[in-house]
């Protein structure tokens, strides 16, 4: 039994080694994080944090600003990472679709700046999923900036159902799965863990 397993181990190893070294190509990725459920910001935040950790430059675009303060920009601005913040509230609170527009393209205008700019390293654009699905903003743009920006820079999207386009783009997509939520159980957002 354990001379079967080394043996099945043994195989595994070889074909992962095989991987590690056919992957040899170095260039900034373009990760979509999308899905129902909970994880999608913070893993963007915590791929910001793992950048900032290594030296690196990040910098944050978030599309829909909550109510509440955001715990990430709390500790991520005192360490250098620069944040722009659409000047609205939630979109699905607003009624006003000419001011929401016009916030959108000035938050993506922030964006296409980030997406030319060399000594970036790292760039997350937080809920820009719902500009595209709203009609905000115009994927072909969106693809544009993304397609032009600097080679080694990486690029994090987050945000519920991605449009096709950008997950055909994308190097690395994943859908957070909700299977359950404490919300559901009448357990409120709090401070610290929800944001
Ligand atoms: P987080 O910021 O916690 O990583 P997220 O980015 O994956 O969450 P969003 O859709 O951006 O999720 O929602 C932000 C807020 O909504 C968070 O406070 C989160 O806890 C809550 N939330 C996320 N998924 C669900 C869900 N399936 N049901 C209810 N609330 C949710
Ligand atoms: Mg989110």
């Known amino acids: 039994m ?36 909970k994880g999608k910001s913070t893993s963007g935040f915590g791929t910001v944090a793992r950048a900032v950790g290594h030296g690196n430059k990040a910098a944050v675009v978030q599309f829909i600003k909550g109510t509440w303060a955001c715990g990430e920009r709390n500790l991520l ?32 205008e922030s964006a296409e700046k980030l ?15 719902y500009m595209v699905s709203y009609h905000y903003l115009d994927v072909e743009r969106v693809i544009q900036a993304l397609n032009n920006r600097p080679k080694m820079q990486h690029v994090i999207i987050t945000g519920r159902a991605c449009h096709r386009k950008l997950i055909d783009l994308a190097d690395t997509v994943s859908e957070v799965k909700p299977i359950k939520h404490a919300f559901e159980a009448g357990i409120k957002a709090q401070v610290g863990f929800d944001y």
Not at 122 to 128: F, G, R
Request: glycine share 8%; hydrophobic share 35%.
């Open 77 to 108: 601005e005192n360490v250098g990472v620069e944040f722009h913040v659409m000047g609205t509230g939630f979109t699905w609170e607003t009624q006003d679709k000419e001011k929401d527009t016009a916030a959108a393209l000035s938050a993506w």
């Open 115 to 129: 997406l030319s700019d060399e000594s970036i390293d790292c760039v997350l654009l937080d809920e820009l999923t």
């Open 2 to 37: 354990s001379e079967k397993h080394k043996q099945r181990q043994q195989k595994l190893k070889e074909t992962v080694d095989a991987k590690i070294e056919a992957a040899q190509e170095e260039k900034g990725v373009l990760l979509v994080l999308t899905g129902n459920g």
